[in-house]
């Protein structure tokens, strides 16, 4: 569908041109680079705006920004992204494993499990970081993969407990290994 109009024109370098044609036929890109690869072929072609928007299934101001950064910038630019900074971390390297180090150990005296909100209060309580929210100790206790809250991740010998062996019939009663001391 072409437009009514013609658009601003936009010339494209043979070699852009050129990747452009490679890129789409390839495949291999995501979605969001072969679209603003179509946008630059049909911008090319004479192409107005909106019917450049309709045609790719883009916005209008997407087919605007992505000839402008191909024109300040070039064709790099134009199909992708510069990486996004994020937010900064609230713990540093230290904080956590400070963190970590304290819910490997032992729960205060009177409580028989980590929770996170005891978690939290003990951290700010010690000095290890001077705030911390709930929701930031819960992140790092999954990126640590730590859940000293339940029961099934402390690791207590059986004795006595049968094992099976890979036909599911009892191999037998496998003794408990003796504790060093």
Known sequence: MRGHTRSQGLKLKQADSAALEALTHRGRESVRVLRRARVLQLLAMGWTVVG???????????????????????????????????????????????????????????????????????????????TVGRETVRELLLRHDLKPWREKNVVRAKAGRPVRRANGRRAGVVPAAPVPQ
């Open 52 to 130: 450049v928007a309709e045609a790719a299934g883009v916005t209008e101001t997407t087919v605007r920004t992505v000839r402008r950064r191909y024109r300040e910038a070039g064709l790099s630019a134009a199909l992708n992204e510069k990486p996004r900074p994020g937010a900064a971390r609230r713990l540093t390297e230290k904080q956590a494993s400070e963190v970590v180090a304290m819910v490997c150990a032992l729960p205060p005296e009177g409580r028989a499990r980590w929770m996170v909100r005891l978690i939290t209060q003990e951290a700010v309580r010690r000095g290890l970081v001077p």
